[in-house]
């Protein structure tokens, strides 16, 4: 074969008609993404992005929306012992699963019920 997979060019997560704020709320001020602003053609989509680092969360407005309980974007983070901290700071509740060798590991919900891994390897 010719090709290479380069990279991910961004993660899409799907969330309800009139969510932005939320969205903003959530991805902004919680989690530390930083928005970005979508191409004026995409504007009337709805929706909004982020970034950190060299990598997009962009979130999309679905109808009927229905939020993935099993499919799921993966972050590694550093310090995810603050992260936790912050989190309950927050109120946004987080499950701590203990199943994979070599990593502390947690799982969270955005405000729209899609399913987020957050790792730090050990």
């Known amino acids: 074969m010719s090709f290479v997979f380069k990279s991910i ?3 899409q997560l799907a969330a309800p008609k009139g969510s932005e704020d939320e969205a903003k709320r ?13 191409p004026e053609l ?7 992005w982020f970034e950190f680092a060299n990598y997009q969360i962009h979130i999309g407005i679905e109808e009927p929306f ?8 993966a972050f590694e983070i550093e310090n995810i ?3 936790k901290s912050h989190l309950s700071k927050n109120d946004i509740k987080f499950i701590i699963d203990e ?11 955005d405000p729209f019920g899609n ?3 957050i790792l730090e390897w050990l």
Do not use: C, M, Q, S
């Open 9 to 11: 060019a961004h993660i």
């Open 99 to 109: 199943d994979l060798p070599g990593a502390n590991r947690i799982y969270i919900n």
């Open 115 to 117: 399913r987020i891994e």
């Open 81 to 83: 012992e603050d992260l």
């Open 26 to 38: 959530f991805f902004g001020d919680i989690l530390g993404f930083r928005e970005i602003e979508k």
């Open 66 to 73: 229905t939020p993935a309980k099993k499919a799921h974007p």
């Open 42 to 48: 995409l504007r009337k989509r709805g929706g909004v």
